[in-house]
């Protein structure tokens, strides 16, 4: 269960450069797992986000 906390301590602290490493327990690993996709598909979108507005930026300055 701490775990889980942690992940959602670094998520909140917008941290999504880390791995989640598995637990004992089936149950928190099938919690965790659906975490561990909530996280990289947050960290995809922000990441095509920012470059959408770099892209932006690039073609008002030209």
């Known amino acids: 269960m701490n775990q889980l906390i942690e ?3 670094e998520v909140k602290k917008q941290n999504l450069n ?3 490493q598995p ?3 089936q149950e928190i690993n099938i919690v ?5 996709q909530m996280k990289n598909c947050l960290q995809d979108s922000l990441e095509k986000q920012w470059n ?3 892209s ?4 008002v300055s030209a």
């Open 32 to 36: 965790m797992d659906s975490l561990n």
């Open 7 to 9: 992940i959602a301590k």
């Open 56 to 59: 932006r930026k690039t073609q």
């Open 18 to 20: 880390f791995q989640i």
């Open 23 to 25: 637990s004992r327990i």
């Open 52 to 54: 959408m507005e770099q």
